[in-house]
């Protein structure tokens, strides 16, 4: 998917998203490279573009009311042929093929992007990117070596860390969850494959992946429209394994683009969630563990209130800025937290230094998150330890100052008053000019609540 860890504060402020997301079924919107597009609406008017790119890189833009054309619906059919196929099948059985030769005759073109038997193959030219050998190792964690793909706007090539996988796979084992639902985390699910604790699924984006794993193990997916690109055979594959966790627990951990949009990104859980429940005649929704920055949080728990976050910083390989104790990384460690519908007490840190158990939130933060007494709760978001503002009657950073004239608690450098609030939309109304404390709606909502209870009083 769109690469991930290009982070920037500010993709999410409303400022840069003034075009909303109209959620939707995808099943009959037009089609792009990356599967079904997703319906915009801007001030300009609604209208249909890629669900992956974030870039003018997929040209398919087609307004809404043109979609009611004969013509350009004609037109958008190309698209089904124009989306490639992979034969999972026959890459399985390569594979098998290339594992019984010796490391020093197995062989990966990154050019080609093709695994093979050295000894039967010469199409693979010196100027192409091959490696070799491969050690059985390699083949069973082709995320650890595979070359990162080189479209910045389309893929996301960062993995977490060993210490990562191994907290998340630490966090299954105490919610007693056996089956993994993996979207977009490769190394999570080569973890649990190596492991007999565990039972996992793939689904991501990059096909390479389809060339190192079985074809029950792999679905070709994008997650910003819940899209199998192989169909009804990977429909089958996916409600298959759901059947499987029936009686050993089952959690989805997923790791998307962090400037993708929140709101495809909560459809597609509930559109899981629902054919989970279809298929296995379950009531409870499914368990989640997303890995998203710490500044989404307002956006994902407006959209999912039963999700939280939790305080773990989440690292990635040869990623500089995501890392903790590293000259290049960011002061205040990584920006990538867990959101999660598991209990936050079952995410055991008690083996990090970086973290402390908090006696009266009952469950491990960072070791700079102080418990506020007024909030009651560890206030810190961003690795830093807030201060409680008793005018807001809220923690901030601890960088904010009190502003009396914009009556709010600012970022001390470069203040001017009025601007943030002008610039920023209401996460309730959406509306410019106020913040979602002081929201007309939402007042209005709670002076109507108290008129109900004196009624009923």
Not at 93 to 107: I, L, P, Q
Not at 297 to 318: G, S, V
Not at 384 to 408: I, L, Q, S
Request: charged share 25%; net charge positive; proline share 4%.
């Amino acid at each position: 998917m769109g690469k991930k860890r290009k982070l920037e504060t500010n993709t999410f402020t409303h400022k840069q998203t003034s075009v909303e997301v109209i959620i939707k079924d995808v099943n009959a919107h037009p089609l792009c490279l990356h599967g079904p597009t997703l319906l915009f609406s801007s001030e300009k008017g609604r209208y249909y573009a890629c669900a992956c790119c974030r870039n003018k890189e997929c040209t398919v833009h087609i307004e809404e009311k043109d979609w009611e054309k004969e013509g350009v619906r004609k037109r958008n059919e190309k698209y089904y042929n124009l989306i490639p196929k992979i034969d999972k099948d026959a890459s399985w059985r390569n594979f098998n093929e290339v594992k019984s030769r010796h490391a020093s005759d197995r062989a990966y073109c990154n050019t080609c992007q093709e695994l093979y038997i050295v000894s039967q193959s010469r199409k693979h030219t010196k100027d192409h990117r091959v490696i070799t050998p491969l050690i059985d190792e390699q083949l069973a964690q082709p995320s650890s070596w595979l070359p990162t793909l080189e479209n910045d706007s389309v893929e996301a090539q960062y993995m977490f860390t060993k210490k990562s996988v191994g907290t998340i796979l630490g966090i299954l084992r105490n919610n007693n969850v056996k089956n993994i639902l993996c979207i977009g985390t490769p190394s999570v699910h080569e973890a649990a494959q190596m492991s007999s604790e565990f039972n996992s699924i793939l689904l991501d984006y990059d096909t390479r992946h389809h060339l190192f794993h079985a074809p029950y193990k792999y679905i070709w997916y994008n997650m910003f429209n819940n899209y199998m690109f192989n169909g009804n055979n990977d429909e089958k594959v996916l409600k298959k394994f759901f059947n499987s966790s029936k009686n050993g627990g089952i959690c989805v951990v997923m790791d998307p683009p962090f400037g993708g949009r929140v709101e495809p990104l909560v459809h597609t859980l509930r559109e899981l969630t629902a054919i989970y429940k279809e298929t296995c005649k379950k009531e409870d929704s499914l368990p989640i563990l997303w890995a998203f920055p710490y500044f989404a949080e307002p956006y994902i728990r407006n959209m999912m209130p039963e999700i939280k976050m939790h305080d773990y910083q989440i690292e990635y390989e040869k990623h500089k800025k995501f890392q903790s104790k590293t000259k290049s990384g960011r002061k205040f460690g990584s920006p990538v937290r867990f959101f999660t519908n598991l209990p936050l007490a079952t995410i055991d840190l008690s083996n990090d230094s970086n973290y402390k158990f908090c006696d009266k939130c009952k469950y491990w933060v960072a070791a700079t998150n102080n418990h506020c007494n007024k909030c009651k709760e560890c206030t810190s978001k961003n690795g830093m330890t807030y201060k409680h503002c008793n005018t807001c009657k809220r923690c901030v950073k601890p960088t904010f100052f009190h502003c009396t004239e914009c009556n709010r608690c600012c970022q001390q450098k470069d203040h001017i008053c009025g601007i943030a609030v002008e610039s920023q939309s209401c996460y309730n109304c959406h509306e410019k000019g106020h913040k979602q404390s002081a929201c007309p709606r939402q007042q209005e909502g709670a002076s109507a609540n108290k008129k109900k209870k004196r009624v009923h009083a």
